[in-house]
């Protein structure tokens, strides 16, 4: 087991996983890697590693697989993915699929709740941990979300005793699903779509999850990592890493790529850094920021 988190202070490796599987069961090594560290690195440590298993950060996993495809990197051995912490989206599924040919399987947790819904083997609909958690989905007027709806999650804890947590808004939104094909009969949800601050505001004061033309970037721009930050209703900061500076030309192509895939003109301020991106302390990274209110 590979694990890239944010609290691990340095690099090291051990004869197990540690506590609690390891006292359940009979496992492998295990090699902790600090987020911090330069991608490359991570790399380099990854393929002598030879892990079986990768656990990391959706964000993280996104520079790997694009470091790995554009180098002609194989991680030997990788067979299963475990996303935590952030959103994983369709698209880097897919990306991650292709560059490292590996399964990837999510993680719905926090650190209020711990696990809430894990990702099924054979449907990828998410199956809600309802021996622990009472998990809702209700919409604005607080109704419980049908089939197909997207809603707020609502979390009451049945086993935190010292501080239980009661209908707790957790602050994420999720899409409801249909009971899963395979047979588990737990309740599932078929997306998680991210945190509130993560909508766009439009400037008529509307919400939605916003789309950036992510897949049309690397088209125009030799572009790494990218942030949005919303500021105004019509202002919006884009952060951005790249391999070499970028020309005027590419930065007007892409400013046509994101104001299209926003669906109007908005003001976009360009900023850029030499490495990688601030993460939040607890290591998480969030493509899409709103820093408005409605």
């Given at each position: 087991?590979?694990?890239?988190?944010?609290?691990?202070?340095?690099?090291?490796?051990?004869?197990?996983?540690?506590?609690?599987?390891?006292?359940?069961?009979?496992?492998?090594?295990?090699?902790?890697?600090?987020?911090?560290?330069?991608?490359?690195?991570?790399?380099?440590?990854?393929?002598?590693?030879?892990?079986?298993?990768?656990?990391?950060?959706?964000?993280?996993?996104?520079?790997?697989?694009?470091?790995?495809?554009?180098?002609?990197?194989?991680?030997?051995?990788?067979?299963?993915?475990?996303?935590?912490?952030?959103?994983?989206?369709?698209?880097?599924?897919?990306?991650?699929?292709?560059?490292?040919?590996?399964?990837?399987?999510?993680?719905?947790?926090?650190?209020?709740?711990?696990?809430?819904?894990?990702?099924?083997?054979?449907?990828?609909?998410?199956?809600?941990?309802?021996?622990?958690?009472?998990?809702?989905?209700?919409?604005?007027?607080?109704?419980?979300?049908?089939?197909?709806?997207?809603?707020?999650v609502i979390v009451t804890d049945l086993h935190n005793f010292a501080t239980p947590l009661i209908r707790y808004d957790i602050g994420?939104?999720?899409?409801?699903?249909?009971?899963?094909?395979?047979?588990?009969?737990?309740?599932?949800?078929?997306?998680?779509?991210?945190?509130?601050?993560?909508?766009?505001?439009?400037?008529?004061?509307t919400r939605h999850w916003p789309k950036v033309g992510r897949s049309r970037f690397r088209d125009v721009a030799p572009v790494i990592?990218?942030?949005?930050?919303?500021?105004?209703?019509?202002?919006?900061?884009?952060?951005?890493?790249?391999?070499?500076?970028l020309t005027q030309a590419q930065e007007h192509d892409l400013r046509d790529v994101i104001q299209e895939a926003l669906g109007f003109?908005?003001?976009?301020?360009?900023?850029?850094?030499?490495?990688?991106?601030?993460?939040?302390?607890?290591?998480?990274?969030?493509?899409?920021?709103?820093?408005?209110?409605?």
């Amino acid at each position: 087991l590979s694990a890239i988190r944010a609290n691990f202070p340095a690099y090291g490796c051990g004869e197990e996983w540690g506590p609690p599987t390891s006292l359940l069961f009979r496992t492998g090594a295990s090699q902790r890697i600090p987020v911090t560290t330069d991608v490359k690195q991570q790399v380099e440590w990854l393929v002598s590693f030879k892990p079986d298993i990768l656990l990391v950060y959706p964000s993280m996993l996104d520079a790997i697989a694009l470091h790995c495809r554009e180098h002609g990197i194989e991680l030997e051995g990788l067979s299963h993915i475990c996303t935590v912490g952030e959103t994983l989206s369709p698209r880097l599924r897919e990306d991650v699929v292709a560059a490292l040919s590996a399964r990837v399987f999510d993680n719905y947790s926090s650190q209020e709740a711990g696990v809430i819904a894990l990702q099924c083997p054979a449907s990828e609909l998410y199956h809600v941990m309802s021996e622990t958690l009472i998990v809702e989905v209700i919409d604005d007027a607080g109704r419980p979300c049908a089939e197909g709806e997207i809603g707020r999650v609502i979390v009451t804890d049945l086993h935190n005793f010292a501080t239980p947590l009661i209908r707790y808004d957790i602050g994420d939104y999720a899409e409801v699903s249909a009971p899963c094909p395979c047979g588990r009969g737990l309740p599932t949800l078929k997306r998680i779509l991210g945190r509130e601050r993560n909508l766009i505001v439009m400037p008529d004061g509307t919400r939605h999850w916003p789309k950036v033309g992510r897949s049309r970037f690397r088209d125009v721009a030799p572009v790494i990592q990218y942030q949005l930050i919303q500021h105004g209703r019509e202002d919006i900061e884009v952060r951005f890493v790249t391999e070499t500076p970028l020309t005027q030309a590419q930065e007007h192509d892409l400013r046509d790529v994101i104001q299209e895939a926003l669906g109007f003109p908005f003001n976009l301020r360009f900023s850029y850094f030499p490495d990688n991106l601030p993460r939040s302390a607890n290591g998480k990274f969030e493509e899409f920021v709103c820093k408005i209110g409605t």
